[in-house]
């Protein structure tokens, strides 16, 4: 049977099926009639089976499949001659708010986030399984750390919950509910369902947790924007994910963003992304920032490194003077830098070591009145692009198929001229000289240890390589992001925050991890681990530990603290480990001259034939507990322990 005839008998079992008439129309309008190849016109389970597949294809992108097709179609012909979506533009240095860490600016953005968090609400992008590190689960249920295996979705639900706590203190509504929005994939979904339920919601409300299921789009085999069969099944289209982008899509078809303005008052909305522990201790400030300045944008952003693999921040100027300010791909920057003929040797470091441009962390805050404005006054909601990878330098043929992807960090394009679009930038040690002079005085740190004390803090922590490509990164000077390092930023992170109010914590040791091509090296600070609720911001680590300079914790040592009671630690000296929980939500303990010192909790280094899961094998470590100080206060009352 020659193609025309196997064609046709395909086309007549399709129209003969409920919904097939028109599906057949669509394929015929879009020159996709190849997709009946190889049919068996009395595969009616087959045949049904495609039908499904191409209406959830055509209600899943806004204006169908024939919109997805001709702009697919537009994009590859710009592809196919090379076309720079960026050509002819020139690079400026944005407006935006650069704060160094535990200055007075930046506590007044914290306080005034806390302030206004009645008003916000929340958005997950948790769409990824965690394969590429090693780890089959979804990669919001690993943990972050291994001191308490709280996994990063329970962190980012506890650290929403102690928002909600001082939002309802401040307001007087005991009822009041902060939003939450999860973007989740085929992939993701069913195990995102499970690990909430299984969990009974971390302690949130269920209501307060919406799920939104990204769908796929169609995979492109040619220039003609043809769509590729799916490789297991003739009845079946091969799909790609389209990125988070479509976290705007959602937010927009759902009605939630709408929704979330006119019935839960919400005027600022978070969006960030599934491993990221620490994001919080940037995000409260450029909150503020958001509040304070009125930016309907803000890109949360970080000193970058000239040449590192991560997108800066520009502001980008057309010939008629108009601009607007986006996110521009590391990969992308060096040639517009250049192109300008303002930044001749591209991408390149100033007199500070840093480039002019500060690094995108792809996590954002949006103005929500302003944010409905752009999503709901055009079809075209985030902005598109394609990435072809060509069989040859015709451009004509693709190694294998593509499709259409947009980006979450691409909105803020969509927004009108004149928008007060900007970013925050967070930098600094957080340690002044008199500080630095106390511990080295003290023995806490060698003068050559100190020389971390002077080095940004660092709360920007994604978690998205496997060893050896993290492995890899690190011995060419680039941040590892991976379990092992993500981890160790943690204690960090908290040891920073204790060193930035004048506690004296101990230099880390360091030590690395795995074998060959796999070692990771990590500064290996104290284990302390404070819940979000003792943590949320400055004020509430000062109102944790009002007298630092009376706490001492030895290298090695852990610490851990948890709610929901209160915990007040005025002294302390740690050689060893102490877990503190304060398990009334009306009780309190209080540490005032407590002195520990045992054994404690370490990391062992991992064998071949050593029992291990994948949450361990990604780090290449266990944590051994030799001998713990435990404080359990149950009861509604105060307990003092020294």
Known sequence: MDDSVEVAAAAAALCAQPGGAAVHESLVTEDQMHLLKHWDPENVAGINSFIDQYQHLDHGYPGGISCYLKNARKLLAASATGENPLEGLTPEIPQGVKLSFASGEFRKYEDVAVDHAHELAFVLVAGGLGERLGYGGIKVSLPSEITTGKCYLHLYIDTILALQDEARIRTGNDNLLLQFAIMTSGDTHDGTVALL??????????????????????????????????????????????????????????????????SHGVKWMLFFQDTNALIFKTALSAIGVSVTEQFVCNSIAGPRQAKREMGAIVRLRRSDGTSFTNNVEYNQLDAVLRDSGLYPDGDVAGVDGLSPFPGNMNQLIFNLEHYLEVLEGSEDTVPEFVNPKYADDTRTTFKKATRLECMMQDLPRQFKQGSNVGFTSLSG?????????????????????????????????????NKADASQKQRKGVAPSCASAGESDVYAGHCRILLSLGARIHAP?????????????????????????????????????????????????????????AVVIKSLRLAGALVVRSLHKDGSVVVDGLSVANAGMQFEALTPDTDADQVLRIRDYRLVTRDVCTVEHTAPTTLVIS
């Open 197 to 262: 339920t299984a969990n009974n919601y971390f302690g949130m409300k269920e209501e307060q947790i919406t799920l939104m299921k990204q769908a796929k789009v169609a995979s492109l085999m040619d220039q003609d924007a043809h769509i590729a069969q799916d490789p297991s099944t003739p009845y079946g289209i091969a799909t790609k994910p389209h990125g988070h982008g479509d976290v705007h899509l959602l937010l927009k078809s759902t009605g939630l963003a709408r929704r979330w303005y006119t």
């Open 429 to 465: 040690s957080g340690m002044t000289e008199e500080l630095i002079s106390q511990l080295t005085t003290s023995g806490a740190f060698t003068e050559t240890s100190a020389s971390l004390l002077r080095q940004d803090a660092n709360f920007y922590t994604p978690v998205k390589n």
């Open 509 to 565: 040791k360091n030590v690395a991890f795995g074998a060959g091509n796999e070692v990771i090296q990590i500064h290996d600070w104290p284990h302390v681990v404070l819940a979000p609720r003792f943590s949320l911001t400055l004020a509430h680590v000062q109102r944790l530990c009002p007298t630092p300079h009376l706490i001492d914790i030895a290298a090695g040592s852990t610490l851990v603290v948890e709610g929901p009671g």
